[in-house]
Nanobody, 122 residues
C-alpha cells in the first residue's frame, strides 16, 4: 500500500511557473514509474508526463518543451516543473505511482493521489 501526498498547486498568471510535488510513502515497495495526469471539468483524463525509476521520461505533446518531470529516488518523490503556463493548462493534476510490493505475495499496484488544482488565469 502506497500513499501519495501532492502539493504545489495554485493560481498563476499565463506565462508563469509552478512546481508540483508528489511524495510516495509506505513500506516495502519499489517504484517502477510515476506519472502526472490532469483532468479538467468535462474533459477526459490526460497523461501529462511520465518517468520511470530508470529515468526515462515522456510528455504529452501539449506540454512538451514547457513541463519537466523529475524524480528524487531517495525521497520517493516526483516533481513536475511547469513553465510558460497557459490557460489551457488549468486542471486538477493527479499523481500516479506504479509500484511493486517487496513482501509476499509480490504484487503490482497502481496508486493515486487526491489531486491538486492548478489555475492559469490573468
Amino acid at each position: 500500500q502506497v500513499q501519495l501526498l501532492l502539493s504545489g498547486g495554485g493560481l498563476v498568471q499565463p506565462g508563469g511557473s509552478l512546481r508540483l510535488s508528489c511524495a510516495a510513502s509506505g513500506s516495502a515497495f519499489s517504484i517502477n514509474a510515476m506519472n502526472w495526469y490532469r483532468q479538467a471539468p468535462g474533459k477526459q483524463r490526460e497523461l501529462v508526463a511520465r518517468i520511470t525509476s530508470g529515468g526515462s521520461t515522456n510528455y504529452a505533446d501539449s506540454v512538451k518543451g514547457r513541463f519537466t518531470i523529475s524524480m528524487d529516488n531517495a525521497k520517493s518523490t516526483v516533481y513536475l516543473q511547469m513553465n510558460s503556463l497557459k490557460p489551457e493548462d488549468t486542471s486538477v493534476y493527479y499523481c500516479n505511482v506504479q509500484s511493486t510490493s517487496l513482501t509476499l505475495p509480490r504484487r503490482t499496484y497502481d496508486s493515486w493521489g487526491q489531486g491538486t488544482q492548478v489555475t492559469v488565469s490573468s
